[in-house]
Structure formats: structure tokens, C-alpha cells
């Protein structure tokens, strides 16, 4: 059977996804407080010059609508993805793990842009991003939109620095222990998103 893991979801289920998180925001009275910020983003992308053939690597240069401010200019590099099928709730996931490597900012034209409108919650090390992404195959045709769910670890440098440590004897078992109890939060988290999405799909 040909199968495929696609990040998208019906605009219902993204709704019920702020209305959950707009929520818990409001209704947090103890403990570690869930900050919001609604951004406004365009992604451009350009081919790298430095790869070869079909082998190249896109370029991605994100900016603020608002005020065209560069937030971010960076080549992404796919280590890995685990695909995670849930069959007893109304969404699957995936976790993949990324290398994002700061590049000068491209010349030329990009061959692809796309627009991000985005609601960004993070809680203590974790941040979720919930996004509608707009895109436009080419002028003629109309623009296309999909929705996501991410939750990413809010400091890479933090995961880097507890995996160092994990099996350090010359540290407390509490520093060794620390990326184990990182990741394990990561997956709680993930597993109450997946717990909570609508039954309807």
C-alpha cells in the first residue's frame, strides 16, 4: 500500500486547535505562564548555487510582512523523519529532525514564495506553531492554503547541550538525565495534541 505523511489538516480542526490553546492561555492561573504572538511571515525561496543538479539545496528566506524586517535566512537540512501512526485518534504525527544553517542572503529571483499567518504559544521549553500557509503554484492559478500544527523544542542549544551530557560520568545524574527528560516532555506533549484533536477529520 502506498502511503504518505501529509502535513495538513482541515481549517475546523485548526480552529479547534487556537480556540484549545487560547484557552489554556487564559485560563493558566499557576505555574509557567503561555505566551502568544501572532506573526505575519513570507518565505522566498532560492536554489543554492553551491549544490549541483537535482542534488541542490533550497535556500529559505523568511521576512515580516509587515515591515519586510529579514527574520531568518537559512538552509534546512533534513536528518530525519519517524512517521507515528495513532490508530486510535483522528491524527497521525511525525517527528523530524532539522539542521537550519544560517547562509548570506541569496541574489537572483526566488522560484518560490509562500505566506505564513501564524499564532505562536510557547510554554517553558516548547514552542507551537499553528499556521495557515498560503501559497500560488504559479499566477494564473489560485492561491492554495493548507494548515499545520508544529511543536518544536524552543532551544536548540539546550538539546545539544543535554545530549553532551547524557552519558557523562564526570556530571550529576540530574545533568545526565536532563536530555532524557527534555525528550520525554517533547512526546508528552505531542501525545496530548494528538489526544486532543477533534474525532471529526
Known sequence: MDMRFESNMPSSQHRHFNTLLNNL????????????????LVDNFYTDSAGAGDSREKVRVTRDEKTSTVVQCVKKI??????????KRAADWRVSVNLEVPV????????????????????EEFVIDLTQVTTQPNPNAPPQQTHELELEIARPELLLATAAKRNDVSVSELERSAFDELIRAFVNNARILVRNSLDTW
Open 25 to 40: 492561555k487564559t485560563s493558566a492561573q499557576h505555574g509557567s505562564p503561555l505566551e502568544y504572538e501572532h506573526l505575519y
Open 78 to 87: 533534513r536528518l530525519g523523519d519517524l512517521n507515528i501512526h495513532s490508530p
Open 104 to 123: 548570506p542572503h541569496p541574489l537572483g529571483t526566488p522560484s518560490y514564495s509562500r505566506r505564513k499567518d501564524r499564532m505562536r504559544y510557547t510554554h
